[in-house]
């Protein structure tokens, strides 16, 4: 009988490789360990540091030395125990519904952190636990590459005096000799592994199926730094979950957000080497509520608030594969990435492992790459000469069945987070003093009127009120605007936003007008407000015509190409085009009821106004 290899390599060459092997930080590392526990029906995962005091800097810091990961799972057998420390083996391959699969969790992981890696597995009490490991500090280790045999081996008794969950079967591994830890502290490897781990076992953790904790303790004496003991909490994206970590920030209403629409469950048939076998994938999104998004009583705005914060850390799309999130993808987010209010939707993708090779997922389990290339594909992408969309999706059902589900599922997730995120754009609460100074910086039609404004008055000697701080240099301008904004009631940031929208810095050019959003509590659809020289048109947000024309525009102006066909595009076009009607009708009518003696002001209003429009309009055109 030939005898099996226990080679670490199993057919990889490379240590340098394999110890580069993507993991974006420790705290995904370590989530490949639980990984493992949780898939041994752990009830319980205890992450153990040991720490010791670091006096090489200018001052002495807790330092990490060795970290360890404890479960009261089913424990392993000497044969399972060997092959789990073998790259590219392991048992898990044929388990329906678990998270493990690749064969290279343990091994892979622990090695992007440290050299030495020891484990201990037991299944009848842990006093009889076996031992094997694996050293990449010890050359003898190396020239061999061979996992030991297991063998019956006390565990330390420094992790027995701080480990609370021995108990008749489990696992511990240990990491020692740390060269590659990220996060130098125990603080900050919780900090930093917070939201990581929270998130990615959330399902877990909100459920109560198992509790993780981390845990520190004084290398030479195993006494328990009970400042740096810690129990992780579910961290939801979507912040549907009434249980998580969010609660300790008090936030205004729990759960923070609600549920957007129903969610879209879509079913496919998967081919595997047993056949065909129906996967489903389930996709759910979430909007703020809008107590958790409005401003505080003394006026700070949501997103500075602690549950704001909180919510900052969370944007981007859930990736969650058998309950376990794999990441938070930020890069589908639609459009205006910077925007602070992405912080109050939320896009969750759910699937089973059957889509694994479908979505690309990486075998550290944290990406899945063939979904994220869909980001900047579409339909067009695919599309052939002659093809409609449904064609196109037929011709990929039958021939790339791979592309097709990515292609249709992405389809789904782009209509989906765009509805969610206008959703929040369009409701966002208001300021206190309900003002939004809204606009662009140097928009181009500030920039023409400015332009035209000054030929008026250099050809046709036509002047106005603003105009007699034309004389005053860069400097005094911008001071005389911000004292005068601040005399109308703006707060410091609005002041600072229409500044720099209407003074060009670098060309030393100060802009004319500036278009903002505003409540304004009267008819008026929109106001006039100078601010010495500077000219602000406040359309009013509260009357009725503003959503049914610039709401109109703002929605199509946000849209991507292909979300609207042509007869869509054609009735939002002409939705607004009947509300500029609708506007000039209600003058007609202004001029109709107007007294006799007032009507010819109207009209020599009307004909001036309409003469200025033309100049502004064509000036600089050929």
Not at 78 to 103: N, P, S, W
Not at 299 to 304: I, K, L, M, R, S
Request: contains cysteine; negative net charge; glycine residues 6%.
């Amino acid at each position: 009988m030939k005898k099996e290899s226990y080679s670490f390599f199993s057919g990889i060459k490379a240590i340098d490789a394999i110890r580069s092997s993507g993991y974006k930080n420790a705290a995904m590392a370590l989530g490949e360990l639980v990984d493992n526990s949780l898939q041994a029906n752990a009830k319980n995962v205890e992450i153990l540091i040991s720490s010791f005091k670091d006096r090489s800097g200018q001052r002495s810091v807790t330092a990490t030395k060795n970290i360890a990961v404890l479960d009261d799972g089913s424990g392993m057998e000497k044969d399972v125990l060997r092959r789990a420390l073998r790259l590219g083996d392991g048992t898990r391959f044929d388990e329906d519904g678990g998270i493990g699969k690749f064969g290279v969790g343990l091994p892979q992981a622990s090695v992007s952190q440290c050299k030495r890696v020891d484990v201990w597995s037991w299944q009848n009490g842990f006093e009889n636990a076996l031992h094997t490991y694996i050293d990449l500090a010890n050359q003898e280790w190396i020239d061999d590459f061979t996992i030991p045999e297991p063998e019956r081996k006390d565990i330390p008794e420094k992790w027995l005096s701080v480990g609370n969950i021995f108990s008749e079967t489990g696992t511990l591994v240990v990491w020692s000799n740390i060269d590659r830890l990220n996060w130098k502290t125990p603080t900050a490897l919780h900090r930093n592994s917070e939201f990581f781990i929270g998130r990615m076992y959330r399902y877990w953790l909100n459920d109560n199926k198992a509790s993780i904790n981390m845990i520190t303790f004084d290398e030479d004496t195993n006494e328990i730094d009970d400042d740096r003991v810690w129990e992780f909490k579910a961290v939801d994206p979507l912040y549907l979950m009434e249980d998580t970590s969010v609660k300790d920030v008090d936030p205004p209403c729990n759960p923070l957000f609600k549920q957007y629409g129903k969610p879209i469950e879509k079913k496919f048939k998967i081919r595997t080497e047993d056949g065909f076998k129906e996967g489903r994938i389930k996709l759910t999104f979430s909007i703020a509520k809008k107590k958790a998004r409005e401003y505080s009583e003394t006026g700070n705005e949501a997103g500075n608030l602690p549950h704001g914060k909180h919510a900052k850390k969370n944007i981007g799309l859930s990736i969650v594969r058998e309950d376990r999130e794999l990441e938070l993808d930020s890069r589908w987010i639609p459009i205006e990435a910077s925007k602070p209010m992405h912080r109050w939707w939320g896009a969750e993708i759910k699937f089973g492992r059957e889509f694994d090779d479908i979505f690309g997922v990486t075998n550290n389990k944290q990406h899945a790459h063939n979904l994220s290339e869909m980001i900047s594909k579409d339909h067009d992408y695919f599309k052939k000469e002659g093809e409609s969309f449904k064609e196109t999706e037929e011709r990929l059902k039958r021939d790339d069945p791979k592309n097709y589900v990515n292609l249709v599922v992405s389809k789904y997730l782009r209509k989906h987070i765009k509805q969610v995120y206008k959703k929040v754009k369009n409701t966002s609460p208001k300021r206190p003093k309900d003002e939004d100074t809204g606009g662009k910086r140097h928009d181009i039609t500030s920039v023409k009127s400015t332009n035209a404004t000054k030929n008026r008055k250099e050809t046709k000697g036509k002047t106005g009120e603003s105009d007699k701080y034309d004389n005053l240099g860069l400097d005094e301008l911008k001071e005389l605007r911000e004292e005068e904004l601040k005399k109308r009631g703006y707060d410091k940031l609005e002041i600072e936003e229409i500044l720099e929208r209407t003074i060009d810095e670098e060309r030393g050019v100060p802009l004319k007008y500036d278009v903002i959003r505003k409540r304004i509590d009267t008819n008026a659809f929109f106001s006039v407000e100078s601010e010495a020289d500077l000219l602000i048109i406040a359309l009013n947000t509260e009357h009725d015509t503003y959503d049914k024309l610039f709401g109109i525009l703002d929605e199509i102006e946000n849209s991507d190409e292909d979300e609207y066909d042509l007869a869509e595009l054609r009735n939002k076009v002409e939705k607004a085009n009947d509300s500029i009607k609708i506007l000039l009708e209600a003058w007609a009518r202004m001029e109709d009821e107007a007294p006799l003696t007032q009507k010819s002001k109207f009209k020599e209003a009307r004909r001036l106004w309409g003469q200025i429009a033309k100049e502004f309009s064509s000036f600089g055109e050929e």
